[in-house]
T-cell receptor
């Protein structure tokens, strides 16, 4: 089946630093979604991307739909403590969504 | 607008029992998907319902089943529970086939003893 890879698996950064993470797939997707999940809660949708090359921002978050349609990137600028959590990418092909394993972000004060 | 709600939030069962989880989507959303999340396997798709019909199904045994009612509320049932069924079960709703951004509920934490 389809597989999504996310990198890095985990990262520790200082408060105020910028963060970059990415998601790659062996398949082409029509939609990319980025989610953040806090412990014990469901994932919260951050950004949705629908077109190859699309660059979308949501506050300090910026995500891009890769030109090849096989990857996507998420950047967080000027990180703050509440950015801590697990970030998931999800790709859609047809009516199915496939989720990556997540990037665990820790922010050090 | 209220978000996706799931009940119960926590559940403890023993092996061999069966369980029913409930999900109420965002008002106006007609698609409901169910996922199983475990530390080892991550988020895995169970099935999706749209207008009371199962539209997609993941690779799970027949012990996992679901249904959707005319008000778009959905239930998921797991029969003959196994230890490995312990997981966070997440429900996600989306508007329809075109606007398919999925919004998740808080999940039901199922523990099988």
């Amino acid at each position: 089946g389809q597989q999504l890879n996310q990198s890095p698996q985990s990262m520790f950064i200082q408060e105020g630093e910028d963060v970059s993470m990415n998601c790659t797939s062996s398949s082409i997707f029509n939609t990319w979604l980025w989610y953040k999940q806090d412990p014990g809660e469901g994932p919260v949708l951050l950004i949705a991307l629908y077109k190859a090359g699309e660059l979308t921002s949501n506050g300090r978050l910026t995500a891009q739909f890769g030109i090849t349609r096989k990857d996507s990137f998420l950047n967080i600028s000027a990180s703050i403590p509440s950015d801590v959590g697990i970030y998931f990418c999800a790709g859609q092909e047809g009516q199915n969504f496939v989720f990556g394993p997540g990037t665990r972000l820790s922010v050090l004060p | 607008k209220a978000g996706v709600t799931q009940t119960p939030r926590y559940l403890i069962k023993t092996r061999g029992q069966q369980v029913t989880l409930s999900c109420s989507p965002i008002s106006g959303h007609r698609s409901v998907s169910w996922y199983q999340q475990t530390p080892g396997q991550g988020l895995q798709f169970l099935f999706e319902y749209f207008s009371e019909t199962q539209r997609n199904k993941g690779n799970f045994p027949g012990r996992f089943s679901g249904r959707q009612f005319s008000n778009s509320r959905s239930e998921m049932n797991v029969s003959t529970l196994e230890l490995g069924d312990s997981a966070l079960y997440l429900c996600a709703s989306s508007l329809n086939r075109v606007y398919n951004e999925q919004f998740f509920g808080p999940g039901t934490r199922l523990t099988v003893l």
